[in-house]
């Protein structure tokens, strides 16, 4: 199931969060319901930061493909997704995307969901894991 988190935390991430944030024109994201940007500089930064995340849950994945936790991108994945699900749920609740597009907004709200989930799965999985799998890494 750990091998299972990582697999969707990747692909998720890649396909609405980095190849959006990277490679997409400004109009279109602004055609989602994104509100326009004076730059672009720091949404592109972000697209690398999520694909530099990826590289670390990749090696969560692997080692979990060979039955070990691996402590490192494990606690990575819970701090990055704990932290942005509850930033998340707090400025949508406070209404902070109410005026974007209805793409925008439901792409906001999943992305809450997913990333509480994704937190919830590693801790369920991979700290709380079934029995007999080896823990590597720091903190473990």
């Given at each position: ?105 439901g792409l906001m709200w999943g992305s809450a969901a997913a990333t509480g989930l994704i937190a919830l799965g590693l801790m369920v999985f991979g700290v ?13």
């Amino acid at each position: 199931m750990l091998s299972a988190v990582f697999t969707a935390k990747i692909a998720l991430t890649v396909v609405f969060w980095c190849v959006p944030l990277l490679l997409l024109p400004s109009a279109s994201i602004e055609s989602l319901g994104f509100p326009p940007q004076d730059s672009y500089l720091f949404m592109r930064l972000l697209g690398w930061a999520y694909l530099a995340l990826c590289v670390g849950y990749a090696f969560g994945l692997q080692a979990a493909r060979q039955g070990v936790r691996a402590a490192g991108p494990i606690w990575m994945g819970i701090v990055s997704n704990g932290g942005a699900s509850i930033l998340l749920l707090t400025f949508g609740i406070g209404g902070a995307w109410s005026s974007w597009g209805a793409l925008a907004q439901g792409l906001m709200w999943g992305s809450a969901a997913a990333t509480g989930l994704i937190a919830l799965g590693l801790m369920v999985f991979g700290v709380f894991g079934a029995g007999g799998d080896e823990v590597r890494g720091a903190g473990a």
